[in-house]
């Protein structure tokens, strides 16, 4: 099937074609994820949609409003990880950047291709389930906000109807003392997919763990959260925190499957060995008093 592009001078044109026709038409943002698709035959479309030549200069920009950093869908994610504000406000994002693919992906990928494609090794994923974000939506009735915790639903699946279009991604602002993180297991070089990735936020309130998040990808049909873990560290000090019983926990909280990145028993080794590490680091950062 031959594939036509159609460039939109706007957002609510774009979403108009889609409604007219959902199964033929499809968003294209930066084509990272979706040009492999069509090539590999897995994703068959008439029609792609591109917002490039929309100048709406919320769909690029990249600022803090009120206690939230704001993401424009359009931007890439070298934008991202290159801008200051980003590096000042959430120095955890620009790490997990780091590690997603290659420069010259990072140049051209979009924060919306990423969080729209579904992957579940995706890498932002977990860190923003912990960071509580919301990705925002323009469909039919105008503009809303998904939770990611509602969001990401399947092995690429995401929670839009056909004629949504995501145009933004707010992230709360961290408090003071907060320890966040993103770490990522490959089983080659350091940004490959992801045979496990596991993210951790961990408010501090007088020295004890208050309101913890912790998150995985690549171990199941979606990245998602752990709530025994998150449980099991609540109220925790430095001073007793057990890494490797907690790292057992997570393991055994996950259901995975075998595939070509491991098995689902190397992956429950993985998964605990990394969550074991992430927090000695933050019981190293909290009793250096964050230095």
């Given at each position: 099937?031959?594939?036509?592009?159609?460039?939109?001078?706007?957002?609510?044109q774009a979403r108009d074609l889609l409604?007219?026709?959902?199964?033929?038409?499809?968003?294209?943002?930066?084509?990272?994820?979706?040009?492999?698709?069509?090539?590999?035959?897995?994703?068959?479309?008439?029609?792609?949609?591109?917002?490039?030549?929309?100048?709406?200069?919320?769909?690029?920009?990249?600022?803090?409003?009120?206690?939230?950093?704001?993401?424009?869908?359009?931007?890439?994610?070298?934008?991202?990880?290159?801008?200051?504000?980003?590096?000042?406000?959430?120095?955890?994002?620009?790490?997990?950047?780091?590690?997603?693919?290659?420069?010259?992906?990072?140049?051209?990928?979009?924060?919306?291709?990423?969080?729209?494609?579904?992957?579940?090794?995706?890498?932002?994923?977990?860190?923003?389930?912990?960071l509580e974000a919301e990705v925002v939506?323009?469909?039919?009735?105008?503009?809303?906000?998904?939770?990611?915790?509602?969001?990401?639903?399947?092995?690429?699946?995401?929670?839009?109807?056909?004629?949504?279009?995501?145009?933004?991604?707010?992230?709360?602002?961290?408090?003071?003392?907060?320890?966040?993180?993103?770490?990522?297991?490959?089983?080659?070089?350091?940004?490959?997919?992801?045979?496990?990735?596991?993210?951790?936020?961990?408010?501090?309130?007088?020295?004890?763990?208050?309101?913890?998040?912790?998150?995985?990808?690549?171990?199941?049909?979606?990245?998602?959260?752990?709530?025994?873990?998150?449980?099991?560290?609540?109220?925790?000090?430095?001073?007793?925190?057990?890494?490797?019983?907690?790292?057992?926990?997570?393991?055994?909280?996950?259901?995975?499957?075998?595939?070509?990145?491991?098995?689902?028993?190397?992956?429950?080794?993985?998964?605990?060995?990394?969550?074991?590490?992430?927090?000695?680091?933050?019981?190293?950062?909290?009793?250096?008093?964050?230095?």
């Amino acid at each position: 099937m031959t594939t036509g592009l159609l460039e939109v001078g706007s957002l609510a044109q774009a979403r108009d074609l889609l409604a007219a026709d959902p199964d033929a038409t499809r968003i294209i943002g930066g084509g990272t994820g979706l040009m492999l698709m069509l090539k590999a035959g897995l994703l068959s479309v008439p029609t792609l949609v591109s917002l490039r030549k929309v100048t709406d200069p919320a769909l690029r920009e990249i600022e803090v409003r009120g206690d939230r950093l704001v993401l424009g869908g359009l931007c890439t994610l070298s934008d991202v990880l290159d801008h200051p504000v980003v590096r000042r406000e959430l120095p955890a994002l620009v790490a997990a950047l780091r590690r997603l693919s290659s420069v010259r992906t990072r140049n051209v990928a979009t924060v919306a291709g990423c969080l729209v494609h579904g992957d579940p090794h995706m890498d932002l994923p977990p860190l923003l389930l912990t960071l509580e974000a919301e990705v925002v939506v323009l469909g039919l009735h105008g503009e809303r906000r998904i939770t990611c915790a509602e969001f990401f639903v399947g092995y690429y699946e995401v929670a839009l109807a056909p004629e949504d279009i995501v145009i933004g991604l707010e992230i709360p602002l961290l408090r003071a003392g907060t320890f966040a993180t993103y770490r990522k297991f490959t089983g080659a070089l350091a940004e490959d997919w992801a045979v496990v990735g596991v993210a951790l936020c961990l408010p501090q309130e007088a020295g004890r763990i208050t309101r913890p998040a912790v998150a995985v990808c690549a171990v199941e049909s979606a990245a998602r959260r752990l709530p025994e873990v998150e449980r099991a560290l609540d109220g925790v000090t430095a001073a007793d925190v057990d890494p490797d019983g907690i790292g057992e926990l997570a393991a055994s909280a996950v259901e995975p499957a075998d595939d070509h990145l491991g098995s689902a028993w190397y992956k429950r080794r993985v998964l605990s060995a990394e969550v074991a590490r992430g927090l000695r680091a933050w019981a190293r950062e909290a009793q250096h008093g964050g230095k």
